[in-house]
């Protein structure tokens, strides 16, 4: 299955919702002033933020007014034009190599399992790969690591259960650099984002990268689970404070019936998604792409 197909079947549960309302209010109302209103509705209750909501529809107004259409398609298509232009807003990184790759976020948003996806994302680009497990605090998060990179086949660098992760960076980086690796990826403990303490602790693994490292591109990314909703929108800001962010990647993208929030994150945060995970499998992970969302959405 091709990348759109995987995008497509993962946002079904949306495209179904979205849709369905979709056609119920083309139904319902001729175009004008109540058809907007219900239209931000849609996008409201599809996790698509108040405020983006109302930039979006408010665009959507100006130029089919402009225009003197009524059409449903032009609309339509209009819509999805203008949705894309917000995803695009967020200028997607370039990788560069060699780099190193560091994955943050909350409990339970899937990190292990997307890093061990990327490495062997990477790996199908003909890249080399290591990976580094500084999440030394939960039970048996390197066995779980060690795992997946065993699947990616690729190497890890990991140290005891309490170890400093930022010496487990630390060792990773000077492997990287001895042998020449393309990509250094970097696992990270999961960490409330209120909790002062341990965003601090992720500062201080960015200067170990920083200064260890000076030579390889750096990129932080946040991994989200995409049946969050808006509240991933909160926490994306909260970790862009703390280690300026350089992309996001979405998990469980085929688990949501409300994928409007991704727009919010683009259009709002200017932090631009990198890769989507569509599945379980090892290679359920694609780059994101604006206009094969857009398409899955509606």
Not at 123 to 151: E, G, H, M, P
Not at 154 to 179: L, M, Q, T, W, Y
Request: contains cysteine; charged residues 30%; glycine residues 8%.
């Amino acid at each position: 299955m091709g990348l759109f197909g995987k995008i497509r079947n993962a946002l079904k549960k949306t495209k179904d919702n979205v849709a369905h309302k979709m056609r119920q209010l083309f139904l319902k109302n001729k175009i004008g002033n109540d058809f907007y209103d219900e239209l931000e509705e849609i996008l409201i209750s599809s996790d698509v933020s108040v405020r983006t909501a109302e930039d979006v529809v408010e665009q959507v107004k100006e130029e089919a007014i402009g225009n003197k259409i009524k059409d449903e398609q032009f609309v339509t298509d209009l819509l999805k034009d203008i949705l894309e232009d917000t995803l695009n807003e967020a200028e997607m990184p370039e990788i560069t190599y060699p780099c190193v790759i560091m994955f943050v976020g909350v409990n339970g948003v899937g990190k292990t399992t997307t890093i061990g996806k990327v490495a062997n994302y990477f790996v199908s680009q003909k890249k080399s790969v290591t990976v580094a497990a500084a999440d030394t605090f939960r039970a048996a998060a390197s066995d779980q690591l060690n795992i997946w990179a065993d699947r990616a086949k690729v190497r890890i660098v990991k140290h005891e259960e309490g170890s400093d992760p930022s010496a487990v960076i630390f060792d990773a980086v000077a492997s990287a650099k001895a042998k020449g690796t393309d990509v250094v990826l970097v696992d990270t403990a999961g960490r409330l984002h209120v909790k002062e303490n341990l965003m601090n602790e992720l500062k201080k693994m960015d200067r170990v990268v920083t200064r260890e490292y000076p030579e390889a591109a750096f990129y932080k990314l946040l991994v989200l689970d995409a049946t969050t909703g808006q509240n991933a929108v909160n926490q994306a800001r909260v970790f862009d404070e703390a280690v300026e962010l350089d992309g996001i990647v979405l998990t469980k993208l085929d688990g949501t019936a409300k994928g409007g929030f991704v727009f919010s994150l683009c259009g709002e945060l200017g932090i631009p998604v990198v890769f989507a995970g569509v599945g379980e499998k090892i290679d359920d992970l694609v780059p994101f792409d604006a206009e094969e969302f857009v398409e899955g959405f509606f």
